[in-house]
């Protein structure tokens, strides 16, 4: 996807960059993203560690009712 991406198709991308951002926002950006990158990882490792059983909750278990009362039937 990026491998025939040049030396000066590099640069100009990064002039455009600082151009659009400035130079003294994108180390701001860049430093937000790694911090949400490591925050989303760090939320799927911590929903992985979570199982139904440390819950108290049994794995088929219904969830809560619809706004309408009783669930809604496909066929009878």
Known sequence: MFGDLSFS???ILLLVLVLVFGAKRIPEIGASLGQGIKEFKRSLKDM???????RNVPPNAP???P???EPKRLSQ
């Open 9 to 11: 198709h590099i640069l």
């Open 48 to 54: 992985g560690d979570e199982r139904p059983e440390a």
């Open 63 to 65: 969830g809560p009712l």
């Open 67 to 69: 706004p309408g009362g």
